[in-house]
């Protein structure tokens, strides 16, 4: 999704720096180390938009997991775009925006993942207080929804296929999101001068239908 976002806002003309752990990053951050959040921005400088896609931690079943372990998600998920939003919005100006991502999960919690659902929301809920504390600079929230992205690059070829069939089947839209469809949400969200505090749901009609069994 962060890949898809440079691509279009580059086309656009933006210019654009991207940061994560892997080398071929323009900038290297880890969201779950507060030092390197702030090394990061004041590397970077002065920025109009942010998009944080990073979701680190291991999300597991309630009773399977030790308290430091479940931490491990809040942590990447929630800590991460709240590092992010306090060491970067000092150096972006009034019409500016920050755009974080949560998922369908914080609407129908998947069984198991009880940590996704609760940092998701308390990332919605970051974003909403966020709106008002750090306006006029703009804070808004994309919830994508089955995304043919690389985080699904852990499945073997058949069982990615199978997967897209699956959710092309049950979705209203009839297709697998595409990253692009996460780019051209972010890309609106950073353009429209209007939007603050909002969550945008791009998931072809996800929380509309019953979960994928
Ligand atoms: N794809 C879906 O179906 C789907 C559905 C619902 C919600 N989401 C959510 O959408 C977001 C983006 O998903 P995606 O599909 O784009 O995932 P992705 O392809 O796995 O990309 C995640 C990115 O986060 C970076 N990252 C991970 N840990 C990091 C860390 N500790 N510090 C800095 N960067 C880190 C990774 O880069 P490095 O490895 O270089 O650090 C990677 O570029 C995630 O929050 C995910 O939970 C995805």
Known sequence: MGRATIELAKAQGFDVASA???AGSDFHVDVTDAASVRALFEHVGELDHLLVT???????????????QARTFLDGKFFGAWLCAC???PRMPAGGSITFIT??????PPRGAAMVT??????????????????PL??????????DSEMW?????????DLRRRVAAAMPVGRMGQP????????FLMTNPQVTGAVLEVSGGESLVEALS
Do not use: M
């Open 103 to 108: 998922g369908v999960a914080v609407v129908r």
């Open 20 to 22: 994560g752990r892997r």
């Open 138 to 147: 703009r804070v808004n929230t994309i919830r994508p929804g089955y995304t």
């Open 54 to 68: 990073a979701s680190p931690g291991t999300p597991g079943p309630l009773l399977e997991q030790e308290p430091e």
């Open 153 to 161: 690059g852990g499945l073997s070829d058949a069982e990615r296929k």
């Open 118 to 135: 609760a940092a998701f929301a308390a990332v919605e809920g970051l974003t909403r207080a966020l709106a008002l504390e750090l306006g």
């Open 87 to 89: 060491y970067a919005a």
């Open 180 to 187: 692009e469809d996460i780019a051209h949400a972010a890309l």
